[in-house]
């Protein structure tokens, strides 16, 4: 079966990358609140990959276009500064470890100027790597790893069908620091639902600060039409938490963590209220913030409702 090319889903911080896809879907595609729990992973022919790279390179080099290769290719490619790529889809860090470094190693040639690659990974497939695949990996320029982490809280974990708990996404996380590799996680506010509220936020500081990464980001839940926990919530047996409490999570996650350094973000369109900071540094401030907000209660401070996005 030929290999169908993702949409491009990346984090915030990747917007000025190439789009390169390895894979498509998710190799741990049980999630119960995401979209990915749809997909059915893909494996990209390396021959495939390599020859989007030369199409790219024709065009870099003299704007020249290879018949056969997609519109998104050259669409991206108008606007790309050379510096950043960001491999795709869902896990891309599943894609096999031999044809991945020569992925990167044909890349890296023909690009030497690529400052930085990154890529989604989940825990699993960290842990399947060796320590010392993953400093190759870095030597070619694999600089950063996103990971979701969703909760500290094995029983939320166990609920959405992570497939992997608080302690292996601890040991994924430090593995990943070692090798130099910068971390950066995301957690989703919300994800215990009402019962679960505290114990997911007290948890999830709990693994924050065991993971110590380099970027930490805020997510708020928002259902997914006809994923598990959109059916769990319509038969009601999954209860949201209202914007406020949300909030209400972020401070107690602030609150209850402790970082080296470390970059924590609410900038995420799903969020009810951006807030920013590096840790411990700005931690005090914007704490702050958040309980002026939760005194105040003040819907109109909030992003509407309309404006949020996945
Ligand atoms: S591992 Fe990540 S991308 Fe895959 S289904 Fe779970 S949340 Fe979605």
Known sequence: MSFARPEIIRPPSEHAS??????????NNTCSFCAYSFSKLGIRELDEVKQEIDAMSLYANQRMWVAGQPDIVYLILRSWNGKKVFLQDGDALVYPYPKLIEALQYLNQKFPAIERIASYATPRDILRRSLKELKTLKEQK??????GVESGDDE???KIQKNADHNQ???AAKKVKESGILLSVTVILGLGGVKGSEKHALETSRILTEMDPDYA???????IPETGLHKEWKHGEFEMITPFDSLWELKTIIENSTFSNCFFSSMHASNY?????????DKDKVLKQLKALLSRKD????????????
Do not use: N
């Open 217 to 223: 980001g805020a997510l708020t839940l928002t259902l």
């Open 18 to 27: 190439y789009f390169l896809p390895l894979t498509s879907g998710c190799s």
């Open 156 to 158: 939320v974990l166990q």
């Open 142 to 147: 694999l600089g950063i790893l996103y990971m």
């Open 169 to 171: 996404m601890v040991e």
């Open 273 to 281: 209220y951006a807030i920013r900071g590096t840790m411990p540094k």
């Open 299 to 310: 819907l109109d401070m909030l992003r509407p409702e309309f404006l949020r996005g996945l």
